[in-house]
């Protein structure tokens, strides 16, 4: 996809990955409608950016919610091409803790709804709202970016919860693809490494720096930027399409 006037919808916009995201997608103008639990920040990055950028405040497991957004983004004067699943949630606990205690159900199942199923749910909306579109290049509709993990290969220890929700991810990549290749509609995900994130924005400094040493290279930890930037690249790339891109400076991560 070379024009970027086009309508684009981002999810977990107000921050992290997705604000990167909408920053770059904005700068190239697109139309972008930031979708986001985070009302303060997501209010505040549309404000900041101005012209066709929008908040809509979204849950993404409920399917009502992401139609709204959904539509609030096609109601723009341009065409929705674009679509970038960033909302994603943490979850640390072992699959059985000290004192033979189980994991908690709960908290896997929410991450799991979250991160997996909050991302189909996305792409299936968005998918039908760029469906009904007129085809442009290759007849082309539309391009949708997911956001896995490398967890999603190199789960550590106490990572079971979040390395299957974005295992989910990958595995959804191909099969969404080749569903969505009738109407035009590419389906990529990125697998980031250690991004400096707010996530990991809150542990100390040199916690963080101990966490880039283990990188082979570049020896730093990665940059929402740097995710923004591949997330555009495969949005331009006509012939990308049912990929997973690892984003991780060659880091293959231990146990724990």
Not at 5 to 24: H, P
Not at 37 to 52: C, D, F, P, T, V
Not at 122 to 142: H, I, K, N, S
């Amino acid at each position: 996809m070379k024009n970027f006037d086009v309508a684009a919808v981002v999810s977990g916009g107000a921050s992290g990955l997705g604000a990167a995201t909408v920053r770059a997608l904005a700068a190239r103008g697109a139309a972008v409608t930031v979708l986001d639990l985070q009302e303060e920040k997501g209010k505040e990055l549309a404000a900041e950016l101005g012209g066709h950028t929008t908040f809509v405040r979204t849950d993404v497991t409920d399917a009502d919610s992401v139609q709204a957004a959904v539509e609030e983004a096609t109601g723009k004067d341009r065409p929705l091409r674009i679509a970038v699943n960033c909302a994603g949630i943490g979850w640390a606990q072992r699959t059985v803790g000290r004192g033979n205690v189980p994991h908690d159900l709960d908290p896997f199942v929410r991450t799991v709804m979250v991160n997996l199923v909050g991302t189909f749910n996305v792409l299936r909306l968005a998918a039908a709202a760029m469906a009904a579109t007129e085809p442009g290049e290759d007849g082309e509709r539309g391009v949708v970016v997911n956001t896995a993990s490398i967890a999603a290969y190199d789960g550590q220890i106490g990572q079971v919860a979040y390395a299957a929700s974005k295992g989910g991810i990958v595995g959804m990549t191909l099969p969404a693809a080749r569903d969505l290749s009738s109407v035009g509609i590419r389906v990529c995900t990125i697998a980031p490494g250690l991004v400096d994130t707010p996530l990991l924005g809150s542990l100390p400094e040199e916690a963080r720096q101990s966490l880039a040493a283990g990188i082979p290279f570049p020896k730093r930890l990665g940059r929402p930027e740097d995710f923004a930037q591949l997330a555009v690249d495969l949005v331009e790339h006509g012939y990308l399409n049912g990929e997973v891109v690892r984003m991780d400076g060659a880091l293959r991560m231990a146990p724990r």
